[in-house]
């Protein structure tokens, strides 16, 4: 695709999303706006914008809500504001408390404030914030996330003898391409997720796995989702689920800070890089991806972003 095609996809997204800002906006909607996968879409439309749609959909939604607030101050009506609630509400906030809490952090003033106060012109909306482009100010403020999301902490575990239980794709490389392979939110009982969180036998949560070349049948995808359960399981295996025997092994933990849940993209983002160019050889060990899959755990941001990957000592 050439950049025009891509900017008209994008554009098409933009419309959509311009048109249903007060309106539940999800990935498939997205998806069907753009003519594309939900993963294809979303990479375009980063691509082009340097935002994600749901990054794109908040900023948008914080901008008209608070134009709304000064509406009628700007015009000189004399008529009382529009509550805080209802423009929450309006623009798809759950609460006058998650809606305030988004526009100080944008805006650096509470939405009540903002409504109240006597001159607009102390008070306009940051221009980044108005501008689609990618600005320095932009690319500054997720240096600054990088070093905040530094990794905080790493360590080797132990892993015993034991089996894999585990939903293949049949070409993803990631999440993303994951669920848009599946297209089926995590919540629904016939997920992939949801059947592995059922695995009562389980020994730890379910991971997103990148699995190795010889763990990985002809026709299959890189990423899959799975839980280890003991080497002795001899419970069911979900129908269209695998499994495989896992040896002994070490792997290197690293964890990275808590963050904000509004952060979760450039958090996680960020956490990932800095792992990348972690060297185990610091530790005395290298990366034997061989013997175990990198594995993944649902990123939440009271704990940071978890990756664990196997290694041998040198």
């Not at 040896?247 to 808590?258: H, N, R, S």
């Not at 990348?276 to 704990?303: C, H, L, S, T």
Request: aromatic fraction near 12%; charge should be negative.
């Amino acid at each position: 695709m050439n950049k025009q095609e891509a900017s008209l996809v994008v554009s098409h997204i933009q419309a959509y999303i311009q048109a249903n800002l007060q309106k539940p906006i999800t990935a498939s909607d997205i998806a069907r706006a753009a003519g594309y996968s939900q993963y294809h879409a979303s990479r375009l439309f980063k691509e082009e914008t340097g935002l994600s749609p749901f990054e794109y959909i908040r900023q948008e939604r914080l901008v008209n809500a608070a134009r709304t607030l000064r509406r009628d101050a700007e015009s000189g009506n004399k008529t009382e504001p529009p509550k805080v609630l209802d423009v929450a509400l309006d623009y798809v906030f759950d609460s006058h408390e998650g809606f305030t809490r988004a526009f100080a952090n944008a805006f650096g003033i509470t939405p009540k404030k903002y409504t109240s106060y006597p001159s607009p012109k102390g008070w306009q909306i940051p221009f980044h914030f108005l501008d689609r482009q990618k600005l320095r100010k932009l690319e500054l403020e997720e240096l600054k996330m990088k070093e905040k999301t530094a990794i905080v902490f790493v360590q080797i575990m132990e892993r015993p003898a034991r089996k894999l239980i585990l939903r293949r794709s049949k070409n993803a490389s990631d999440y993303f391409e994951y669920c848009d392979e599946f297209d089926c939110p995590e919540e629904s009982p016939d997920a992939p997720w949801s059947i592995l969180c059922n695995i009562k036998e389980a020994l730890h949560e379910p991971v997103g796995l990148w699995l190795p070349e010889n763990m990985r049948p002809a026709g299959t995808g890189i990423y899959a989702q799975g839980v280890e359960v003991p080497a002795n399981y001899t419970g069911e295996i979900p129908k269209d689920f695998d499994v495989i025997d896992l040896a002994p092994c070490k792997l290197m933990v690293f964890q990275g800070e808590p963050y904000d849940d509004e952060q979760f993209g450039k958090a996680v983002g960020a956490c990932m890089e800095r792992i990348k160019e972690f060297n185990p050889e610091v530790y005395g060990y290298k990366y034997a991806y061989d013997i175990a899959p990198k594995m993944q755990f649902a990123p939440m941001g009271w704990r940071g972003y978890i990756e664990m990957h196997p290694v041998a000592a040198i």
